[in-house]
């Protein structure tokens, strides 16, 4: 790592634990220190020591159209100048709540809050105080922020440090979490049949993207869907990272699923901070101060950032950019399938629009066991050769890689001959 982020990273390490502010840009599981970044601009993203790369992170997803648009940017700019926070309501929180409600099919009304940790634990209070039920029920590898009944077997950072669920989190609440196998409809059923009355939710990246991206297989979400209601149960779509990210309505208009709620994220806040939760009007109305069930935030809805995601929403809801964004996606990642092929690495590769994994194993990955089969050595290589070729990608393999509208054809060939290069190197 060059100088000035080896300096950095010494100093922050003083007053910042592991140095970080979120454990996974620490890069422990590729074993290097993280470069500190200076400023972005559309899909490139340069270090302090002026090392420019071709930025497949995207600030973990909300960066779907690049870095610094000029529409957010001005957006900002303009807001700004009329202060930054006034813990009062404003029309645009309304028009926020207005164009969610119109893009997400299953969204009726919506609260906005400041993370996407923010927003499930609060959909999942509401669940609970809407059913007046207990248990949970996620699944092995979906992460969905860090509130204390989701932090068991969770993916993402958790998973990448090896931390199965964290200390801290009390035995009698992590009891009430249920965590079981993606795509495993059977083990749902069984938990349904042993606890059905009790079980208030089932919480669900519809794509998981926190194991690496896996893909749902096609009766899952539906069962989910059947299950749920059959037993009079919540379900949950967390879309932190697909809201947004794979259609104009995320998952639930792809695959034409209607969950009780959905958590949003990322993409909605043009990458200020922001979460939302939202569903069904029956539901969101027990939320304070309408109902009892309280959850609140200084900064929720906060100018700046509603600010920032009108001027992201307004673009993406046109729709015309998914189009592009498949067919940039589909050439990026069939050129590193044969990139791979041709040197001898066997791959997997799983991707859902512009969101996607590549897994060093030659076995389907289908759920988070299989995730945690593929080789992290070579991963670990892989990155480290990607880096020094100028491509910057999530420093785990149980992250997705992000394009964006700013991701040009050259950016995507120059990818795919570092990775060509990357992937010979670990061949010798
Ligand atoms: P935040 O609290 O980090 O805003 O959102 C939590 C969350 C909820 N649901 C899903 C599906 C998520 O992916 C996330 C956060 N994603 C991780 C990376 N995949 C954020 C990166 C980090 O932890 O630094």
């Given at each position: 790592?060059?100088?000035?982020?080896?300096l950095?990273f010494?100093?922050?390490?003083?007053?910042?634990?592991?140095?970080?502010?979120?454990?996974?840009?620490?890069g422990?599981?590729?074993?290097?220190?993280?470069?500190?970044?200076?400023?972005?601009?559309?899909?490139?993203?340069?270090?302090?020591?002026?090392?420019e790369?071709?930025?497949?992170?995207?600030?973990?997803g909300?960066?779907?159209?690049?870095?610094?648009?000029?529409?957010?940017?001005?957006?900002?700019?303009?807001?700004i100048?009329?202060?930054?926070?006034?813990g009062a309501?404003?029309?645009?929180?309304?028009?926020?709540?207005?164009?969610?409600?119109?893009?997400?099919?299953?969204?009726?009304?919506?609260?906005?809050?400041?993370?996407?940790?923010?927003?499930?634990?609060?959909?999942?209070?509401?669940?609970?105080?809407?059913?007046g039920?207990?248990?949970?029920?996620?699944?092995?590898?979906?992460y969905?922020?860090?509130?204390?009944?989701?932090?068991?077997?969770?993916?993402?950072?958790?998973a990448?440090?090896?931390?199965?669920?964290?200390?801290?989190?009390?035995d009698?609440?992590?009891?009430?979490?249920?965590?079981?196998?993606?795509n495993?409809?059977?083990?749902?059923?069984?938990?349904f049949?042993?606890?059905?009355?009790?079980?208030?939710?089932?919480i669900?990246?519809?794509?998981?993207?926190?194991?690496?991206?896996?893909?749902?297989?096609?009766?899952?979400?539906?069962e989910?869907?059947?299950?749920?209601?059959?037993?009079?149960?919540?379900?949950?779509?967390?879309?932190?990272?697909?809201?947004?990210?794979v259609?104009?309505?995320?998952?639930?208009?792809?695959?034409?699923?209607?969950?009780?709620?959905?958590?949003?994220?990322?993409?909605?806040?043009?990458?200020?901070p922001?979460?939302?939760?939202?569903?069904?009007?029956?539901?969101?109305?027990?939320?304070?101060?309408?109902?009892?069930?309280?959850?609140?935030?200084t900064?929720?809805?906060n100018p700046l950032?509603?600010?920032?995601?009108?001027?992201?929403?307004e673009?993406?809801?046109?729709?015309?950019?998914?189009?592009?964004?498949?067919?940039?996606?589909?050439v990026?990642?069939?050129g590193?399938?044969?990139?791979?092929?041709d040197?001898?690495?066997?791959?997997?590769?799983?991707?859902?629009?512009?969101?996607?994994?590549?897994?060093?194993?030659?076995?389907?990955?289908?759920?988070f066991?299989?995730?945690?089969?593929?080789d992290?050595?070579?991963?670990?290589?892989?990155?480290?050769?990607?880096?020094?070729?100028?491509?910057?990608?999530?420093?785990?393999?149980?992250?997705?890689?992000?394009?964006?509208?700013?991701?040009?054809?050259?950016?995507?060939?120059?990818?795919?001959?570092s990775?060509?290069?990357?992937?010979?190197?670990?061949?010798?």
């Amino acid at each position: 790592m060059g100088k000035q982020s080896e300096l950095l990273f010494e100093k922050a390490q003083k007053y910042i634990p592991g140095g970080v502010n979120s454990p996974v840009r620490a890069g422990k599981s590729v074993g290097m220190n993280p470069p500190f970044i200076a400023e972005a601009t559309g899909a490139l993203i340069r270090d302090v020591d002026e090392n420019e790369y071709i930025d497949y992170v995207g600030s973990w997803g909300p960066m779907i159209l690049g870095h610094a648009h000029p529409m957010v940017v001005a957006a900002i700019e303009k807001r700004i100048a009329k202060g930054t926070s006034y813990g009062a309501p404003t029309e645009l929180e309304v028009t926020m709540a207005e164009t969610i409600v119109d893009m997400v099919p299953s969204v009726e009304m919506v609260r906005m809050v400041n993370s996407g940790t923010e927003a499930t634990m609060s959909a999942i209070r509401l669940a609970r105080g809407y059913t007046g039920r207990k248990k949970l029920i996620k699944f092995d590898g979906c992460y969905h922020g860090h509130a204390d009944s989701l932090l068991v077997s969770a993916g993402s950072g958790v998973a990448t440090l090896g931390i199965p669920g964290s200390p801290g989190v009390p035995d009698d609440l992590a009891r009430h979490t249920i965590s079981i196998p993606f795509n495993d409809i059977e083990a749902v059923n069984q938990a349904f049949d042993k606890y059905g009355p009790e079980i208030a939710s089932v919480i669900v990246e519809p794509i998981p993207g926190n194991m690496g991206v896996v893909i749902p297989d096609k009766p899952f979400l539906r069962e989910l869907r059947k299950v749920t209601r059959e037993h009079g149960a919540l379900l949950i779509f967390d879309e932190v990272i697909s809201g947004f990210r794979v259609a104009p309505g995320g998952a639930q208009e792809l695959y034409g699923i209607l969950p009780d709620l959905t958590c949003l994220g990322k993409i909605i806040g043009g990458g200020l901070p922001v979460g939302a939760y939202g569903g069904k009007k029956e539901i969101m109305i027990c939320m304070a101060p309408e109902g009892e069930i309280y959850q609140a935030g200084t900064l929720s809805g906060n100018p700046l950032a509603m600010a920032a995601g009108i001027a992201t929403l307004e673009i993406l809801k046109q729709g015309n950019l998914y189009m592009e964004l498949e067919q940039k996606s589909d050439v990026l990642f069939s050129g590193l399938e044969n990139a791979a092929r041709d040197a001898g690495i066997q791959v997997v590769i799983n991707r859902v629009g512009s969101m996607g994994t590549l897994f060093f194993t030659a076995k389907p990955v289908s759920d988070f066991a299989a995730a945690k089969e593929s080789d992290q050595d070579l991963f670990r290589k892989y990155y480290r050769s990607m880096l020094e070729q100028g491509i910057y990608l999530a420093p785990s393999p149980f992250e997705a890689s992000f394009l964006s509208a700013a991701h040009t054809n050259e950016m995507i060939e120059k990818t795919i001959r570092s990775a060509s290069k990357a992937f010979r190197r670990l061949r010798a």
